[in-house]
């Protein structure tokens, strides 16, 4: 029983951690463009500003379990099969990526304008006041964020176990629900518990950590 705990983890482990990371490549400039492109903001642009919001509301409102079966056509087209770890990545990123988006464009938000306007004042550049002021004053709620992500993302993955998505969800449905073990169906429960857990201490920790650097 060790052992299928053991592979269940580490296919649970494989599928959200990879999903974060695709998606944080997407969902940050995103959230990043939303940011700056708000009124009255260094790179003020209404129109780009509200269609890509209008569409990260749309991927937003959709349940995952609608879109795990929804896009299984492209799931396919992209890995070649729907079923497995590897192919349920494919809905987790699209799923947690508005999400990203929106945590990111909450995070830099939070950096005072004054901190902009005076990186500006002082000759910086417009590439220089992204990427040297915003993202690294803002870098300490956006470990906040992709942390509730990453939370998020080990529930959904549990989910992804309906349609053969592997991993604790589905051991916990086959062999613990269908399978009436019930030991087997706790197990995967904690240590469900223990992954959100040591995701939610990692992350508060270096929030935290950065939350103390200041900008040289």
């Known amino acids: 029983m060790v052992d299928i705990l053991l592979e269940a983890t580490l296919q649970t482990l494989y ?20 940011v700056v492109t708000d009124e009255g903001h260094i790179l003020e642009n209404p129109y780009l500003k509200n269609s890509l919001s209008f ?3 749309i991927l937003r409102s959709v349940p995952f379990i609608i879109l795990l079966v929804a896009i299984i056509p492209l799931t396919r087209l992209i890995v070649g099969t729907a079923i497995g770890t590897t192919a349920s990545i494919v809905p987790l990123t699209l799923a947690a990526t508005p999400f990203v988006a929106r945590v990111t464009e909450t995070a830099l938000k939070e950096v005072p304008w ?3 306007e005076a990186g500006l004042a002082m000759g910086g550049s417009k590439s220089y006041v992204l990427f040297k002021i915003i993202l690294r004053e803002g870098r300490s709620a956006l470990i906040r964020g992709i942390t509730i992500t990453t939370v998020n993302l080990i529930s959904y993955s549990a989910m992804a176990g309906l349609v ?8 916990a449905i086959r062999y613990g629900y269908q399978g009436r073990n019930t030991t087997i169906l706790y197990s995967t429960v904690l240590i469900l518990v223990v992954l959100v857990q040591i995701v939610q201490h990692t992350g508060n920790y270096l929030a935290n950590k950065f939350d103390k650097t200041k900008i040289n």
Do not use: H, R
């Not at 053969?164 to 051991?171: A, E, F, S, T």
């Open 15 to 34: 599928m959200v951690f990879v999903s974060v990371f695709f998606a944080s490549l997407a969902g940050i400039p995103l959230g990043l463009i939303l």
């Open 55 to 57: 569409i990260i509301n």
């Open 114 to 116: 004054g901190v902009v």
């Open 164 to 171: 053969g998505g592997k991993g604790l969800g589905d051991l």
